[in-house]
């Protein structure tokens, strides 16, 4: 199960930390990953990160912005969000791929779980 937290109303150039906790015994084994998805528009990956946390994929559009973190201790992964625009308003998704699923080739299609979505609404 994954439940996220921390979305909310914010103007423009705001930041906000959403957070993710997984239960399970084997988080630390799996690769995590953030999608979104905005009204009318088809599900889309933010950002993913290995097992360990040392390495970190993003989206094009969402790089120097966004930043993804995870603490195994707490089985709770991250993304913190700077420099908000209207254009990132969405229902943000957390996710778990299969275990080995390199973290460039993380695709709607290859998640196995997903969290309830948290809405983040951004005005301009």
């Known amino acids: 199960q994954l439940v996220e937290s921390g979305g909310g109303s914010v103007q423009a150039g705001a930041s906000l930390r959403l957070s993710c906790v997984a239960s399970?015994?084997?988080?630390?084994?799996?690769?995590m990953a953030w999608f979104r998805q905005a009204p009318g528009k088809e599900r889309e990956f933010v950002s993913a990160?290995?097992?360990?946390?040392?390495?970190?994929h993003y989206a094009d559009s969402m790089k120097g912005r966004f930043t993804i973190s995870r603490d195994n201790d707490k089985n709770t992964v991250y993304l913190d969000m700077n420099s908000l625009k209207s254009d990132d308003t969405a229902a943000y998704y957390c996710?778990?791929?299969?275990?080995?699923?390199?973290?460039?080739?993380?695709?709607?299609?290859?998640?196995?779980?997903w969290g309830q979505g948290t809405q983040v609404t951004v005005s301009s």
């Open positions: 996710a778990a791929p299969a275990r080995l699923t390199p973290l460039q080739k993380i695709t709607v299609a290859a998640i196995n779980y």
């Open positions: 990160i290995g097992p360990g946390g040392t390495i970190t």
């Open positions: 399970g015994r084997t988080f630390g084994s799996y690769p």
